[in-house]
């Protein structure tokens, strides 16, 4: 089991490109989030889905685009990448938001990104 | 106000010490509360949930008051292998907020 499994592991990017960060599960999770967190920081919430077809905005979503056309992949995707950016990005999964193990997050090992 | 607040630190303690996180929650609406340990530059780990019975694990303690919205830990006889940081998490409305986490070294 591979569990949560996000690609790249590093990054640099220049100001204005564009690049996406992959997310993969193979716990048949319903839920998926993107975090961001910065230096010194907690995890602020981008993006989340509880299902194929079904995404919503978390506490920091502009300048992020998400899709889930799959259960298994949750890509994020950044368009015009800006310093602000700059930071190492989560993305996690759970099974359900209620019962036995509800909400409980596996997380993959984050993406470093800096944006020069 | 910050969804998710805790306790700013660092706490420097002794091994073998007691140490206690606060963690305070704005949303009345917030329905599951969690503590996950996060160690230096890896992803954050499930420690363990939190009841509002109160739950154990061994040297882990956590409290929930949700009238008072507030969420604590304590840490009993701590030990070197404790040092992380400690980040306090809410669900509300399938949106898992995290506080921004209290960072804690035991000192040999």
């Known amino acids: 089991n591979a569990g949560v499994t996000q690609t790249p592991k590093f990054r640099i990017l220049k100001i204005g490109q564009s690049m996406t960060l992959q997310c993969a599960q193979d716990?048949?999770?319903?839920?998926m989030y993107w975090y961001r967190q910065d230096p010194g920081m907690g995890l602020k919430l981008i993006y989340y889905?509880?299902?194929?077809?079904?995404?919503d905005k978390g506490e920091v979503p502009n300048g992020y685009n998400v899709s889930r056309s799959t259960t298994e992949y949750f890509p994020l995707r950044l368009e015009l990448a800006a310093p602000s950016q700059t930071s190492v990005y989560f993305c996690?999964?759970?099974?359900?938001?209620?019962?036995?193990?509800?909400?409980?997050?596996?997380f993959g090992a984050g993406s470093r990104l800096t944006v020069l | 106000r910050k969804e998710v607040e805790q306790d700013p630190g660092p706490f420097n303690v002794p091994e073998g010490a007691t140490v206690a996180f606060n963690c305070t929650y704005s949303?009345?609406?917030?329905?599951?509360f969690f503590w996950y340990r996060q160690d230096c530059r890896k992803e954050p780990k499930l420690l363990m949930s939190v009841y509002s019975s109160g739950n154990e694990d061994g040297r882990f303690t956590a409290q929930l008051n949700r009238a008072s919205q507030y969420i604590s830990l304590l840490i009993r006889d701590s030990k070197l292998s404790d040092s992380a940081t400690y980040l306090c998490?809410?669900?509300?409305?399938?949106?898992?907020?995290f506080g921004k986490g209290t960072r804690l070294h035991i000192l040999p």
């Open positions: 889905s509880v299902g194929a077809g079904i995404t």
């Open positions: 996690a999964s759970s099974y359900s938001t209620s019962g036995p193990g509800a909400n409980v997050l596996t």
């Open positions: 998490v809410v669900n509300r409305d399938d949106k898992i907020i």
């Open positions: 716990m048949n999770h319903n839920y």
């Open positions: 949303n009345s609406a917030s329905q599951s």
